[in-house]
């Protein structure tokens, strides 16, 4: 007991002297007992109302493990159970915090949506000064922290879990009416998407695009179907981006890949052409949450070299350029990469470039040829025999196979 008081004080001092982290100490009924905040109420009362109590109540009954809370205002906040035998007896935070840069305008949108007081939507942007911006993947590693610094039990990355509480109620997102005309289904349709997007879960990402694509987005081109489709899919992706930096991947590979599907809708032709391209544009983003997640496992410097080859999938990806990219000598980014992975960074490249090209065997109509050179193969008989490496079958026969399942 008295080595847990000496690691919260610790941390509490580190996070706040380092981060501008304030720590916070709720009973199991989610009372304030106490906060390094020097404007705890106000904190307090928009944890409240932004029903992250119900989200982190929901977390805890089925699990003790340590959870990310990300409000309604886009407010996130890290927060870890302390029990008394198998009971939870105090559920301590670290936060507010952003996960990605909030503008004001979006922070007005979103204040407007929760019918908040003039007076308070403006003591929330007087306090939005307060709140440090940390990215989501640093969240998740002072979350392992102030959950070994609560119980002494160390976690993984992968224990981890990113709640979000989208509705304006405490009723699950099941039970809301999705054709309202006064939300015109757009507001919670987005948080649904946004929130299975963050997951990395394709399963549970198909109805919620489902959901969001059937109309939601409202009719912003009324007589052109083809048009129309284009810009929901342009929306689509443009969520899909920003709920994937909330998932964990770099902003800059988010916007490349969003801007990459974006033209790539635009040049589409018929509503089924965009429907493919957003299909595979959805499962791309899911895979590299999925990715980030995975490369918790590694170091920074392997991590970074996976996202750079995620990024540049598409580009002939160099050795020696990637090296000086990440500043370091390509001998030993190989050599660190080799031991971690007990890969090669050559067959890793492959191998995601394959990954790659099942996603466009199985959403687009391009050739083996075209795929080929989109993925930057010398040749198309070279990604031929790659692909038949990586997955013992030619792209005609992975194509075939796909249709009779």
């Known amino acids: 007991m008295v080595e847990s008081i000496a690691r919260l004080e610790t941390m509490r001092d580190m996070f706040l002297y380092a981060q501008q982290i304030y720590s916070w100490c709720l009973g199991r009924d989610f009372s304030l007992i106490y906060s390094n905040c020097p404007s705890q109420q106000f904190f307090y009362n928009i944890f409240e109302i932004s029903f992250c109590s119900a989200a ?3 977390h805890f009954a089925r699990s003790r493990l340590p959870v990310i809370l990300n409000d309604n205002m886009g407010f996130a906040w890290i927060a870890a159970a302390q029990t008394d035998d198998r009971d939870i007896s105090v559920i301590h935070l670290l936060g507010p915090l952003f996960t990605v840069e909030a503008s004001e305008t979006y922070l007005q949108k979103l204040c407007g949506k929760m019918k908040l007081s003039p007076d308070l939507i403006n003591e929330l942007l007087r306090q939005l000064a307060l709140v440090p911006t940390i990215p989501l993947n640093t969240a998740i590693r002072y979350g392992i922290m102030l959950h ?4 002494g039990t160390p976690v993984s990355a992968s224990h981890i879990s990113v709640a979000i509480e989208a509705s304006e109620s405490r009723d699950s997102l099941e039970d809301a009416d999705w054709t309202s005309s006064s939300w015109h289904g757009t507001w919670l349709a987005e948080q649904e998407l946004f929130a299975r ?4 879960n394709l399963e549970s990402m198909t109805e919620a ?3 969001f694509a059937s109309g939601h987005v409202g009719s912003m081109c009324p007589g052109n179907p083809l048009r129309q489709a284009k810009d929901e899919g342009i929306v ?3 969520l899909a981006s920003r709920a994937a930096i909330f998932g964990g991947v770099s902003p800059e590979g988010a916007y490349n890949l969003a801007d990459y599907y974006i033209q790539r809708l635009e040049a589409c032709v018929n509503v089924a052409e965009v429907q493919n391209c957003s ?4 499962e791309t983003f899911v895979r590299r949450v999925h990715q980030c997640r995975q490369n918790f496992r590694y170091s920074p410097l392997t991590a970074s070299c996976m996202e750079y080859i995620e990024t540049h999938i598409k580009e002939k990806i160099s050795l020696e350029e990637m090296a000086r990219e990440l500043g370091y000598t390509s001998y030993y980014l190989s050599g660190k990469f080799q031991k971690e992975t007990g890969r090669s960074i050559g067959s890793h490249i492959k191998q995601q470039k394959i990954e790659s090209a099942k996603q466009l065997l199985d959403n687009s109509s391009l050739t083996f040829a075209d795929i080929s050179e989109q993925l930057s ?9 790659t692909f038949r490496k990586y997955t013992g079958m030619t792209p005609g026969e992975y194509q075939k196979r796909d249709k009779l399942e």
């Not at 070994?148 to 119980?151: D, G, L, P, R």
């Not at 997007?197 to 990395?200: C, L, N, S, T």
């Not at 299909?279 to 959805?282: I, Q, Y």
């Not at 193969?377 to 025999?385: A, G, I």
């Open 56 to 58: 982190a109540e929901k």
């Open 148 to 151: 070994y610094s609560v119980t």
């Open 197 to 200: 997007i963050k997951e990395g």
């Open 209 to 211: 695009a489902a959901k």
């Open 236 to 238: 689509f992706t443009v």
């Open 279 to 282: 299909g595979e544009m959805c």
């Open 377 to 385: 193969f010398s040749s198309p008989s070279f990604f031929s025999s």
